[in-house]
């Protein structure tokens, strides 16, 4: 399981920076569970060292201890501009727990941090933790979050801000930057060690194909083709889709200035650094497919020895034209089951569409739209009801219901079995981000009751929960455009 490469060329072996007389600020208790660590009745963990293993303090709790921490090296595009060599400059994987790798992001300087200070200030560790267990919960793959430990130790950011810690785990934090990295390094062999670990613990499935790269990097597109669609039908947006931050396994990582949509805006930019859109939501699939370019081009010398340079590229510019169909085909599976269509029609791709335009036009909140409908049974759908009011444009908006409620008429089924099918698949609960800075305010005051509350939630964000109905509120608008920059 562990990082398959070796040697003073792909990774460090290093201690974590101690984090001065750290606290909990956050704790996944049901990720801890499956993970075997033992916990008290107020669901933190039995031995006190788990805080300070959380924290970079030292490696070993009675249940486990961590031998070899190391941080990796990795490269990328950033804003689509070569970067060369990045690494893990603020994180350290500790080792494996339970099938998981472990990390410590903010655990200090390595020798990949650069000018950076290998810390990640409370805001930013609070918003990676609530995230990645509220993506979990979503149903969309990404890296968990299992604690997040802070600490009166001082960072200096745009303010004086203090230091946390966020334990994030996944099966692995392989990058198409650490693909690239090799690529241009001309290490073939480095290259091969990365692809056999991928081919032989997460995508078994291609060990017997006709060409197990190949293999690889189609399913590897494939992923990221629906993890995507995935953020897209849930109106998350990532905000910083350099090639580093894209997972070899399809999953959500590296949480920086990310935002849900409130009120839906297709070209909406959440990172105020991204002053050219690049990461705006609607380019999301444009520039995922892209990252996969970059890894075809790095993953081109596997597959050069079978088929020689020229059909080499072909095959893989072959497999990476696939992307956009899968791609749509996604999305539309997602948006189809986000309307309560069962079967497949033409004009279905039309109707989500032109949903999508009279949400944007109008502005209305994107959560909350589908939230709603969900909940209209048939004649709600076609006399008034209460998502009406939200559209300025009513006449386009009755037009559009109408063909809805046509399209559902001819489905079938009955509205029970319609609502619970949408109800299941649109949220009522997203990390909101006046949520999220609610919660990093209070805690910025050492009450980490919001951070607790808000993980308990967004758990459950498919369930009434009626007794947190204020969360699933828009925000107020005073509190709409919160802007985030990479600064972290
Ligand atoms: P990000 O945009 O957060 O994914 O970071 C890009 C690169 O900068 C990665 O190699 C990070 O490890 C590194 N980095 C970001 N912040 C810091 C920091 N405070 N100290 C050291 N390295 C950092
Ligand atoms: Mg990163």
């Known amino acids: 399981m562990a990082f398959p490469l070796q040697g003073e ?53 009675n249940e486990h201890r961590f031998i070899d921490p190391i941080a990796t090296v990795y490269s990328g595009h950033q804003f689509g501009v070569w970067a060369g060599q990045l690494g893990d ?29 290998g810390r990640a200030v409370l805001r930013s560790s609070i918003r990676e933790f609530l995230c990645s267990e509220a993506m979990h919960a979503l149903g969309i793959p990404t890296s968990r979050a299992l604690a997040v430990t802070g600490s009166k130790k001082p960072v200096m950011r745009e303010t004086l801000e203090t230091a946390a810690v966020c334990t994030r785990l996944a099966p692995s934090f392989i990058r198409v930057g650490h693909f690239e990295h090799f690529a241009a390094a001309r290490s073939i062999e480095h290259l091969t060690a990365l692809a056999n670990y991928l081919l032989e613990y997460h995508y078994q499935d291609c060990r017997s194909a006709k060409d197990p790269y190949l293999a ?34 399809g999953l959500t990582i590296d949480y920086g200035p990310f935002g849900f949509l409130d009120r839906f805006q297709m070209d909406h930019i959440c990172n105020h650094s991204d002053s050219q859109g690049r990461y ?19 993953m081109l010398p596997l597959l050069e020895p079978r088929y020689g340079s020229e059909d080499a590229q072909k095959h893989l510019q072959e497999a990476l034209e696939e992307f956009p169909t899968i791609y749509r085909a996604a999305w539309l599976r997602q948006f189809r089951s986000k309307l309560g269509l069962f079967r497949e029609d033409d004009g279905d791709l039309h109707l989500a569409e032109s949903l999508l335009q009279l949400m944007h036009d109008n502005r209305v909140d994107f959560t909350n739209t589908f939230r709603a409908l969900a909940h209209l049974n048939r004649n709600q759908l076609i006399q008034s009801n209460g998502l009406r009011d939200h559209f300025l444009n009513r006449e386009a908006f009755d037009r559009w219901m109408q063909s809805y409620a046509d399209r559902i008429a001819q489905e079938g089924h009955s509205d029970h079995e319609r609502q619970e099918q949408m109800l299941r698949v649109n949220p009522k609960f997203i990390l909101r981000n006046y949520l999220a800075q609610a919660a990093i305010e209070k805690a ?24 947190y109905e204020t969360y699933a509120a828009p925000p107020p608008p005073e509190l709409e455009n919160i802007e985030l920059s990479c600064s972290s």
């Open 9 to 61: 060329d792909t990774c460090q072996h290093l201690l974590p920076t101690p984090l001065p007389n750290p606290y909990w600020i956050g704790f996944t208790d049901n990720l801890a569970r499956e993970l075997g660590i033992a916990l008290d009745a107020s669901g933190l963990p039995k031995d006190p060292r788990w805080l300070e293993v959380l924290s970079g303090n030292t490696l070993e709790a």
């Open 89 to 117: 400059g603020r994180a350290i994987l500790l080792g494996d727990l339970a099938g998981y790798e472990v990390q410590l992001k903010g655990s200090g300087i390595t020798p990949y941090s650069r000018m950076g200070d």
């Open 216 to 249: 690889l990097f189609i399913a590897i597109s494939e992923r990221t083709a629906n993890l995507v669609a995935q953020w897209q039908a849930v109106g998350f947006c990532h905000g910083v889709l350099n090639s580093d931050n894209i997972s070899a396994l």
């Open 280 to 298: 705006a939501y609607h380019r999301q699939p444009q520039i995922m497919h892209w990252n996969m370019a970059c890894l075809a081009g790095a």
């Open 444 to 467: 910025q005051n050492d009450d980490f009751s919001e951070v607790k509350r808000l993980l308990v939630i967004l758990q459950n964000p498919y369930a009434e929960q009626s007794e």
